[in-house]
DNA sequence: GTCTATATTGCGATAGAC
DNA sequence: GTCTATCGCAATATAGAC
């Protein structure tokens, strides 16, 4: 792996656990095996380097989220197949913890992979759920992007109980609560 | 208002805006008006002040919530409360955040209230679940842990999308949503 | 109790040798 | 391209005057 690659990497771990403002260009060049030179060379700076980090985690969860999003099954299934993918919950979400960094926020730049790989995946949900009631499987008073929504909500939020508990139990049930709820109607 | 006391509510603020990783003591010391000095008198450093501002703002949230989850209303209108209460949607919460800092996470003190107070929230509705299943306001299908964490879930995940979007318009499609599912049976 | 002065360490970036 | 050396400044904390 090339010094570029090993930044990179090195920049969306630590961007990963420690977030923006809690990651040091230092950690990041000792964690890579790399000397302050490299980075200078590679990179404008810490921002720079970020934002690449960020584009390709961005991209990964995206391809990841629509990879399941656009499997086999019904509009529930998917959704279904969604909500309990495998995660590793107690590390969080790596494009969602990014909105609590207060210069991601900031930045136009920094921001904009963020947002747009949430709406992204909101969107195709919602559509899910426009498909699902033409299929009669969802009721006709929902509303797709309300529900959309609470989908995507309902995951991140489930990292939030889960690690102030310190435990992906409530991460669990916040799912299965929603999957109680969004529960195909019997005659589906 | 008191030196320690500005200390605290400073602190609390910047915590709210910027984590625990992301305040400097130099931060708080300028917001508060107060000198190096004032900050070691009456507190051990940074982490015992921190300790004192999330204590208090964790307290607050619980009550604030306790009001309207304890206030009038069917089961159903109190958690309606609960989810449509005013908020400073682009702000976030000042404890959920807390749980992406991984130097709270990291100390068993400061995460402590953090998790006390998310957990008393979630019981509170949990039980308000159930209360509403004995009126007949919620199908007996439900799990009222698993729906309160729902709940919950949904109102922390709402913050991170309003935050990625820039505007609060997704949190209350978040909340939209998981009211229309959770609307009470017809024959309640 | 509050202040200023100071110490030590690390941040984020630049310079320039190799 | 990568390295070490260095810069200017802030983070966190201590010392000691007032």
Same mark, same amino acid.
């Given at each position: 792996?090339?010094?570029?690659?090993?930044?990179?990497?090195?920049?969306?771990?630590? $961007?990963?656990?420690? #977030?923006? !403002?809690?990651?040091?260009?230092?950690?990041?060049?000792?964690?890579?095996?790399? #000397?302050?030179?490299?980075?200078?060379?590679?990179?404008?700076?810490?921002?720079?380097?970020?934002?690449?980090?960020? /584009?390709?985690?961005?991209?990964?969860? /995206?391809?990841?989220?629509?990879? !399941?999003?656009?499997?086999? #099954?019904?509009?529930?299934?998917?959704?279904?197949?969604?909500?309990?993918?495998?995660?590793?919950?107690?590390?969080?979400?790596? !494009?969602?913890?990014?909105?609590?960094?207060?210069?991601?926020?900031?930045?136009?730049?920094? /921001?904009?992979?963020?947002?747009?790989?949430?709406?992204?995946?909101?969107?195709?949900?919602?559509?899910?759920?426009?498909?699902?009631?033409?299929?009669?499987?969802?009721?006709?008073?929902?509303?797709?992007?309300?529900?959309?929504?609470?989908?995507?909500?309902?995951?991140?939020?489930?990292? !939030?109980?889960?690690?102030?508990?310190?435990?992906?139990?409530?991460?669990?049930? #916040?799912? /299965?609560?929603? $999957?109680?709820?969004?529960?195909?109607?019997?005659?589906?």
């Amino acid at each position: 792996m090339s010094t570029a690659e090993r930044l990179i990497e090195s920049t969306r771990e630590l $961007l990963w656990e420690r #977030g923006y !403002v809690g990651t040091s260009p230092k950690a990041i060049l000792e964690r890579a095996g790399a #000397g302050q030179g490299s980075m200078y060379h590679h990179f404008k700076g810490k921002p720079d380097l970020a934002l690449a980090a960020i /584009r390709r985690t961005a991209d990964e969860m /995206r391809a990841t989220a629509e990879r !399941v999003l656009d499997g086999p #099954g019904t509009p529930y299934e998917r959704i279904e197949a969604y909500l309990t993918r495998e995660r590793d919950v107690l590390r969080g979400c790596p !494009v969602g913890r990014l909105t609590m960094d207060p210069e991601v926020i900031a930045s136009q730049e920094l /921001r904009a992979p963020v947002d747009e790989t949430i709406d992204r995946i909101r969107e195709r949900i919602a559509h899910l759920v426009e498909e699902g009631q033409e299929q009669g499987q969802f009721g006709p008073e929902l509303d797709g992007e309300a529900i959309a929504a609470t989908v995507v909500a309902t995951v991140q939020g489930g990292y !939030v109980l889960a690690r102030a508990a310190g435990s992906p139990t409530a991460f669990d049930a #916040g799912v /299965r609560g929603l $999957l109680s709820l969004l529960a195909p109607r019997p005659a589906g």
